[in-house]
């Protein structure tokens, strides 16, 4: 047996138990109750997915949880606005940085110049984002992003979830000022309505998926953009590229660095739960665990990732 062989009957022999121990780690955390819907959300479950180039996969715990895909689908209107306006065109309107501050965070667009958001991975970057979607209208954006999301997934099926839509748009006040600060800095430009960025964005964080969607995703992402399945180039490879790099340096939000040290992949969290993170090449990678941490990612994912990595050496470094 060679050695990646070897390491994946041993993943598929020891990830049940690997979950279990993880599991008690959400007894450390709370799932998101900022966005009411969310509250709900069973706070001890814990599973994940693992796929691998010739679409086998291994899968633990509570893998068959639906669970909306939030900030990770960041990473996804991200290459579609790189696809859509090239590299120029996005950083015209948000950074390459990370903040060092809360996801939805108002601080640096007005203190530090041109007031632009830090990165595409924050809210105010990933709402400047939706308003680079190409569409006549709202749906028609939207409808483009999930076209995208069902052909990454591997589903055709990919829908949002209404009650999560509607509950985040009712409360979404943090978010709002968010638009408006950005309408007033001219990031969202003359034609860009801010109801209408705001609907986009809501509208795609409320995606729904497994860790299986999402570790299918990430498998498309750690082949450099090609389809597992039929080896079309889904995605260019530099855009994948620089999804990947603000993926390390900001996808865990300000718990980045912490991340990087501890796991050392490129990942990025969603406040339902959900974690997607791969190791290049080789694995595409979909954690859900709806109890989050202090910083906002799952209190179990984070640990049930930072066992694999040391178990197998995935650090990048
Ligand atoms: O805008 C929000 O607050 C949510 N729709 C997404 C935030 C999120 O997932 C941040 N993640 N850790």
């Not at 606005?81 to 601080?107: I, Y």
């Not at 509950?167 to 968010?178: G, H, I, K, P, Q």
Request: aromatic fraction near 8%; proline fraction near 5%.
């Amino acid at each position: 047996m060679d050695r990646s062989e070897e390491e994946w009957s041993r993943l598929g022999a020891q990830l049940p138990a690997w979950v279990e121990i993880s599991r008690e780690m959400t007894a450390f955390g709370r799932p998101a109750s900022y966005i009411p819907e969310l509250a709900g959300a069973p706070a001890h479950a814990l599973g994940i997915a693992v796929m691998e180039p010739s679409g086998r996969i291994v899968a633990a715990g509570d893998c068959g949880l639906r669970f909306t895909m939030q900030s990770i689908s960041k990473v996804f209107t991200l290459l579609l606005a790189l696809m859509d306006n090239g590299e120029e065109g996005v950083f015209r309107k948000v950074g390459m940085e990370p903040t060092g501050d809360d996801f939805n965070s108002m601080l640096k667009l007005e203190l530090v110049e041109p007031g632009i958001p830090f990165n595409p991975l924050i809210n105010a970057g990933a709402i400047a984002i939706s308003s680079l979607i190409a569409g006549a209208t709202p749906a028609e954006k939207t409808q483009r992003i999930f076209a995208f999301l069902r052909r990454l997934a591997g589903d055709d099926t990919i829908v949002g979830d209404e009650a999560v839509y509607a509950s985040e748009s009712a409360t979404a006040f943090r978010n709002r000022s968010l638009a408006y600060f950005l309408k007033d800095n001219r990031v969202l430009e003359d034609k860009d309505d801010v109801e209408e960025v705001l609907d986009v964005y809501f509208r795609h964080c409320s995606a729904l998926a497994t860790c299986r969607h999402i570790a299918r995703m990430g498998l498309v992402l750690a082949l450099g953009g090609v389809d597992p399945a039929t080896g079309e180039q889904l995605v260019p490879r530099r855009f994948v590229q620089i999804a990947k790099t603000f993926m390390f340096s900001c996808g865990m939000y300000n718990a980045s660095g912490e991340f990087a040290i501890r796991v050392g992949l490129p990942a990025k969290s969603g406040v339902a739960g959900g974690i997607m993170t791969l190791v290049p090449g080789r694995y595409g990678i979909g954690v859900v665990g709806p109890a989050l941490n202090g910083k906002g990612n799952s209190t179990a994912g984070v640990h049930l990732l930072e066992k694999l990595s040391r178990e197998f050496d995935w650090s990048l470094f």
